[in-house]
């Protein structure tokens, strides 16, 4: 939930400026003060953790109704950027929808309809979509790669449920994440259940599959993995921030998405037992 605070305050710091009539500005603020009540809500309750998903549904709730309201104005953009992340790909679309045709020709909000055209493909009850990436087994020894090409559908409908960790081994929340998966693989693996981590961006970070291999193996990923993913993985699958987990069916058919802690186990145990 720190995450979203600080992404709250840089977001509404750095969209706010207003140069528009006053009545925009009103609007921008009342927005803003709406979710600022909803935010010191959280911060005050007794156990903030147990209100956190309450928490974000009022979030995105607030700022879809801005944009269906305002959808002429600035504030309209303030809130895009506020709930893109976290609401319904089937909403988002509604809300970009209404939108004015300058609006939407703002690059923030062009990358944020090239993404989810990708979210509304892979959502779940949606087949898999495929990729191939050179996975990197090492280095020979003139120095250059040794890689095989591996595919998402060499694991992923194949009979089995699989679960799908998209991460990379500069991300703190993904190494938070590990020790949940490798608790639920211990637990569930078998005939009908098993677990493929992807490694996507790490070059971003200045990182590479050497760094992949070697967090993998502190951490202990033991099941399959293809690392050296690049972009492709993620923008196939509208990914904007990782880790980013699903579960696929036997089939292929996206069974659930965006799983963590408690509900990632959960997910699991229903199909898996």
Same mark, same amino acid.
């Given at each position: 939930?720190?995450?979203?605070?600080?992404?709250? &305050?840089?977001?509404?710091?750095?969209?706010?400026?207003?140069? +528009?009539?006053?009545?925009?500005? @009103?609007?921008?603020?009342?927005?803003?003060?709406?979710?600022q009540?909803i935010m010191?809500?959280? %911060? /005050? &309750? %007794?156990d903030?953790?147990?209100?956190?998903?309450?928490?974000?549904?009022k979030?995105?709730?607030?700022?879809? /109704?801005?944009?269906?309201?305002?959808?002429?104005?600035?504030? /309209?953009?303030e /809130?895009?950027?506020?709930?893109?992340? $976290?609401?319904?790909?089937?909403?988002?679309?509604?809300?970009?929808?209404?939108?004015?045709d300058?609006?939407?020709?703002? #690059? *923030?909000?062009?990358?944020?309809? %090239?993404?989810l055209?990708?979210?509304?493909l892979?959502?779940?009850g949606?087949? =898999?979509?495929? =990729?191939?990436?050179? !996975?990197?087994?090492?280095e020979?020894?003139?120095?250059?790669?040794?890689?095989e090409?591996?595919?998402?559908?060499d694991?992923?409908g194949? +009979?089995? $449920?699989?679960?799908?960790? *998209?991460?990379s081994?500069?991300?703190?929340?993904?190494?938070?994440?590990? #020790?949940?998966?490798?608790?639920? $693989?211990?637990?569930y693996?078998g005939d009908? =259940?098993?677990?493929?981590?992807?490694?996507?961006?790490?070059?971003s970070?200045?990182?590479?599959w050497?760094?992949?291999?070697?967090?993998?193996?502190?951490?202990?990923?033991?099941?399959?993995?293809?690392?050296? +993913? !690049?972009?492709?993985? &993620?923008?196939?699958? +509208?990914?904007?921030?990782?880790? !980013?987990?699903?579960? =696929?069916? #036997?089939?292929g058919?996206?069974?659930?998405?965006?799983l963590?802690?408690?509900?990632?186990? @959960?997910?699991?145990a &229903?199909?898996?037992?």
């Amino acid at each position: 939930m720190k995450k979203i605070l600080l992404a709250v &305050a840089i977001m509404i710091a750095a969209v706010s400026c207003n140069n +528009g009539p006053k009545t925009n500005a @009103e609007k921008m603020a009342a927005y803003e003060a709406e979710m600022q009540k909803i935010m010191d809500e959280y %911060e /005050a &309750a %007794e156990d903030p953790d147990a209100i956190e998903d309450e928490t974000i549904k009022k979030l995105v709730d607030l700022s879809l /109704a801005t944009i269906k309201k305002y959808p002429n104005d600035t504030v /309209a953009l303030e /809130a895009l950027q506020q709930c893109y992340y $976290y609401a319904d790909p089937e909403d988002l679309k509604d809300a970009i929808d209404r939108l004015s045709d300058t609006f939407k020709e703002e #690059p *923030f909000v062009k990358m944020i309809a %090239e993404s989810l055209d990708a979210k509304l493909l892979t959502q779940v009850g949606k087949p =898999f979509v495929d =990729f191939t990436v050179d !996975h990197v087994l090492g280095e020979n020894p003139d120095g250059t790669l040794n890689t095989e090409k591996r595919s998402l559908s060499d694991y992923v409908g194949k +009979g089995k $449920y699989i679960l799908v960790d *998209f991460w990379s081994p500069w991300c703190p929340p993904c190494k938070d994440e590990l #020790p949940n998966i490798v608790n639920v $693989y211990n637990k569930y693996h078998g005939d009908k =259940f098993d677990i493929l981590s992807v490694a996507v961006w790490e070059e971003s970070r200045g990182m590479n599959w050497k760094n992949t291999i070697d967090t993998a193996a502190v951490y202990g990923i033991t099941w399959n993995q293809i690392n050296n +993913g !690049h972009q492709e993985p &993620a923008s196939l699958y +509208g990914i904007e921030g990782i880790p !980013h987990v699903i579960l =696929f069916g #036997p089939d292929g058919t996206i069974v659930k998405r965006d799983l963590r802690g408690k509900a990632l186990e @959960e997910a699991v145990a &229903a199909i898996a037992r």
